[in-house]
């Protein structure tokens, strides 16, 4: 056999070898980005794309400087300044004083002054012209540094401006940049080297003392002392006298190098020409922007209280924010997305455990992959747990059941071995080596490689296993679907909702260094102490109610992880507010704006959120792995500073430093509110409230808040704020509102109304009622029915029009009387009478019509009268009258005998029973006429009715005298129903 043939069976031989034996698959963990970027363009509110500097105040606000004009930030919303000498002004420099103080720079030489919300023009020297306005700085001594295109440096101290040219020994008149070293000394960056000004006299430093390149374009000193100088053909750094110079062959994104700026790391940020690097510990590394886009042409670099980066640029204004979270998925080496359990072994690897993907094993950078290809039962991993013994346990899916892996050896657990189920939801090992598996069908502690079973019938609440905990005595804890169970000596006591926790189905039970125990469910976290449970829950404050998983830092907050993102709380914060020392509880929320693909937190049990050996949390998801580092994440405990930015009458803005007074005209009114933040704009909160109107506070959907037709009165505004991490500032900010009536509102001008309609309206009743009364008297005549009319209408019209005439008379002279402090309740009192009246009258004259005298006239009038009566005292009504009434006369005495009852029984429904619904009925048969009365009031017993005074008696009397009954029937707090029947005279039907 040849040497060729020989290789070729060797191979072919470890090909097989190689098939058989199970493999690890390696691949590299590829690192994502250690900053997010957001960008904002013109559609988002900015003046334009291209974008020159920025600058946050002391009242928070970002101002920002664009080619067409400034802009204000809130985070929110950008408001476009229009301020003369700013409008469509391209901006070329901003600056903040140490006052707090704004400095703004045009390309025409002009020079804004920002303090305090007030905008007022700089004066400046005249041989500045229209020169542009290159650069703005403040110095130690509080002077302020106006760099030009072309007249050199000026100096503005104590009111006076001094000119430096190269007259003076400037290299160059055209500025660039400035800045102050720790001796006091002022570089300038020129278009043609760099000069230092110190003691009144120049340097100057260009190439041939070691400078990159002439043209320089950007300074900043860091806190080491190092001077950092852009140029035209890179970075140099001046360190003890002597120039050291950095390219793109350093690591550079450009060589024409625009800004240099320090964070609050101490790290190098460099703007170029295309692109942005930062230096971070001796290493360059170019930034790449998260929407995909380019950091094209950089103009300047800033950073805000919040620590987050502002980047200029021609293509948007850009926010840099420390990424607190780094996500790992397939794009990162993982197997699959889909991430069910994690946690870590003695050696430090982290295990990931994958639904639909298996095992993955990450060990520094790499990650190695075991699935069903090196004999794992299943690829849908549920939980894992690695042994002290140096094992690892797999709880798969379904019937992938238990797997264990020892010196890379795969063995599957099955019936053989005792065990019950296949489908795992947790795992454990206790401080005996027991190892205990939840499954959907009970409890197995694997011990001497035999399963001993535990179900409800050993006292646990639910056979379906979630999670499990051991505390200090060495007691196991279970949590499960139907409430949790302590467990000793094989036995149960089980705690559910009864006792106090929140939800049945308990997910994860975690106890902190303090010895406290914290369960967390399906519908809130649970403290539970001494075989009580204290409650929070999103009602008071807690982000979200679905705990999966519970974790504790070094800075004494617990991170809990959900199905809508991860949220860390402060346990002083949750035991203030169980002593009842906070209001609410505070959260502070990861989601995707913190860079988590998906806010879909997987797992149960320690595998849900697992802290490893350097303090970092790693949590499962549907999209991935979440890493995040607690020290990185820095908590913002100053609360949050409110505005009142606008307040609009009727579209009309008013001053908002001043409290306003108007008429009350039917005004709309509209307040805009903000806090300026830019960590995390969208994650604040707002509320108001207009006192003296609100009953409560309001929760803000936007940052507003309308008013419409308010009365007269006086009001006060007030709005409350919480920031990204759930710190409120409960005092807020106040606005006052007085509205004062119209003078047609006034009391004066209402009384002598009053009094006016009063006069007129007796007037107009005598006439009318006299009028009328003659007429209808005419008739009754011509109808041989005089005398008996004359006699009812005489003492209708003593009993019904006057003793209330003589009442309205009364109150208008008590009213006219000079000082009368009861004026009002005279005048409303007299208007009642009024329109009684006015009924009365109409229903007098109503009777004595002989046009009236038919039953389909009555009932026409009957529903009317009392359907306007109810309404008037807003009592429902209800009719159930016969849609066609039979046509037949009524005598006059029975329609008005009929009608008076009526009349009466809806004035005692109104008056007496306190009732909000009255139903009628009406029918006829067999020559009897059915009407009954029904009210929901308050009724009374038969006793009081007894003695009740004679409107029963009158009644009962008025029906008698027309032949008919009248029947009462009520019960105390059952309401009241009269019934009415009399006879009448129905027509014969039609012979065919």
């Known amino acids: 056999m040849s040497a060729s043939q020989q290789c070729r069976l060797l191979i072919l031989a470890l090909c097989v070898a190689l098939s058989v034996v199970p493999q690890l698959q390696a691949a590299v963990v590829r690192e994502t980005e250690s900053y997010i970027s957001q960008r904002w363009q013109s559609e988002h509110g900015l003046p334009t794309h291209a974008v020159r500097s920025a600058a946050q105040s002391a009242d928070n606000y970002l101002w920002i400087g664009t080619e067409a004009g400034l802009a204000r930030f809130d985070g929110a919303r950008f408001v476009t300044i229009t301020t003369t000498g700013l409008s469509n002004q391209m901006i070329t420099a901003i600056h903040q004083t140490q006052s707090g103080a704004i400095f703004i720079g045009t390309d025409s030489g002009t020079v804004t002054h920002i303090l305090r919300g007030a905008i007022r023009p700089f004066p400046i020297p005249k041989v500045i012209g229209e020169d542009a306005i290159t650069t703005l700085f403040e110095s130690r001594d509080g002077s302020l540094w106006i760099g030009t295109g072309s007249k050199g440096l000026f100096k503005h101290q104590n009111g006076a401006f001094t000119n430096f040219t190269t007259n003076d020994g400037l290299v160059h008149n055209s500025i660039r940049a400035i800045c102050e070293d720790t001796k006091g000394n002022l570089w300038i960056a020129t278009a043609s080297g760099l000069s230092r000004y110190a003691e009144g006299k120049f340097t100057t430093y260009t190439s041939k003392q070691g ?50 700026f320090e964070d609050h790391e101490g790290q190098l940020w460099i703007g170029t020409l295309n692109g942005l690097t930062r230096r971070s510990e001796e290493k360059f590394i170019i930034e790449t922007a998260t929407d995909g886009g380019s950091f094209d042409r950089v103009y300047g670099i800033s950073e805000d209280r919040e620590q987050n980066l502002w980047v200029c640029t021609r293509d948007g204004l850009i926010r840099m924010k420390r990424r607190v979270l780094t996500t790992l998925t397939m794009q990162n080496g993982l197997s699959h997305n889909s991430v069910s359990s994690i946690a870590e072994d003695k050696a430090g690897a982290v295990w990931i455990g994958l639904w639909g993907g298996g095992v993955n094993k990450v060990s520094g950078n790499e990650i190695q992959k075991f699935s069903r290809t090196e004999r794992l039962s299943s690829d849908l991993v549920l939980t894992l747990l690695p042994s002290r013994a140096g094992e690892m346990w797999f709880g798969m899916d379904y019937d992938g059941g238990l797997n264990r892996m020892s010196n890379e050896r795969i063995d599957h657990l099955r019936s053989k071995e005792g065990f019950v189920d296949h489908s795992i939801r947790a795992l454990f090992e206790d401080s005996k080596g027991v190892l205990w598996v939840g499954t959907r069908s009970g409890l197995a502690a694997y011990q001497n490689s035999e399963f001993t079973r535990y179900t409800v019938a050993n006292g646990l609440p639910s056979n379906s296993i979630e999670c499990f905990y051991e505390d200090r005595q060495g007691r196991l804890w279970c949590g499960t679907d139907g409430g949790m169970a302590i467990g000793e000596k094989g036995t149960f006591k089980s705690y559910g909702v009864q006792n106090g926790l929140s939800h049945r189905f308990v997910s994860v039970i975690f106890e902190d260094k303090e010895g406290s125990v914290w369960v967390g469910t399906m519908g809130g976290l649970n403290r539970f102490h001494n075989g009580t449970f204290s409650t929070f829950t999103t009602t008071n404050g807690l982000f979200h109610d679905q705990i999966h998983g519970i974790q504790e830092d070094e800075f004494g907050r617990l991170w809990l992880t959900s199905s809508r993102g991860i949220f860390c709380i402060h346990k002083k914060n949750l035991a203030d507010f169980e002593a009842g020392l906070e209001k609410t509880i505070s959260c502070t929320v990861f989601g995707k704006a913190d860079g988590m693909l998906s806010t879909e937190c997987k797992g149960t049990g320690s595998t849900a959120l697992c802290k490893t050996q350097d303090g970092k949390l790693w949590v499962p998801t549907s999209r991935g792995v979440v890493v995040v580092d607690p020290r990185r994440e820095t908590f913002n405990q100053e609360p949050p500073q409110l505005h009142l930015e606008e307040v609009l009458v009727d579209g009309h803005e008013v001053d908002s430093t001043q409290p ?171 208007n009642s009478a009024v329109h009684d009246v006015v009924r009365n009258l109409d229903a007098i004259v109503w009777a004595v019509n002989p046009e009236n005298d038919s039953l389909e006239k009555l009932v026409g009038y009957i529903h009317e009268y009392a359907q306007a009566y109810l309404e008037t005292a807003s009592i429902r009504s209800r009719f159930e009258f016969p849609d066609k009434v039979v046509d037949i ?76 009954q009248f029947e009462l029937q009520s019960a105390a707090g059952k309401g009241a129903k009269i019934s009415i029947q009399f006879p009448i005279k129905t027509p014969k039907p039609e012979q065919t």
């Open 211 to 260: 400078l990159l390149h002439n043209s320089t374009r950007a300074l900043c000193l860091d806190r080491s002392g190092n001077l950092w100088v852009g140029s035209h053909y890179g970075l140099s750094r001046f360190k003890d006298g002597k120039f050291r110079n950095f390219t793109q062959k350093d690591g550079l994104s450009d060589n024409i190098v625009s800004s240099v």
């Open 889 to 964: 006369q009524l005598p006059s005495d029975v329609r008005h005998n009929f009608f008076s009852v009526v009349k009466e029984c809806l004035n005692n429904v109104v008056k007496h029973s306190g009732a909000t619904a009255a139903t009628m009925q009406l029918r006829s048969g067999d020559g009897i006429l059915f009407f009954s009365l029904e009210d929901d009031g308050k009724g009374f017993s038969p006793t009081e009715a007894a003695h009740a005074g004679n409107g029963l008696k009158n009644m009962q009397k008025r029906m008698q005298a027309v032949g008919g």
């Open 660 to 830: 306003v007074r108007l008429v009350a005209n039917k005004n709309e009114m509209v307040f805009r509110f903000t806090s300026p933040s830019f960590d995390a704009p969208e994650k604040m909160a707002f509320k108001y409230k207009l006192d003296g109107w609100d009953s409560d506070w309001i929760d803000a959907t936007k940052r507003e808040a309308h008013y419409g037709r308010l009365p007269a009165g006086e009001y006060q505004f007030r709005v409350i704020a919480c920031n990204s991490d759930g710190l409120w500032n409960q005092k807020g900010i106040t606005f006052n509102v007085s509205l004062t009536p119209a003078f047609y509102k006034s009391w004066w001008f209402m009384s002598a109304l009053a009094l006016l309609a009063s006069g007129l309206v007796v007037g107009t009743v005598r006439y009318v009622s006299v009028h009328k009364i003659k007429s209808q008297l005419r008739r009754t005549e011509e109808e041989h029915a005089v005398e008996r009319e004359r006699t009812r209408i005489a003492q209708d019209m003593h009993d019904e029009l006057g003793a209330r005439l003589t009442e309205i008379l009364l109150l208008s002279e008590l009213a006219s009387k000079k000082n009368a402090t009861d004026t009002p309740a005279h005048l409303t009192k007299m």
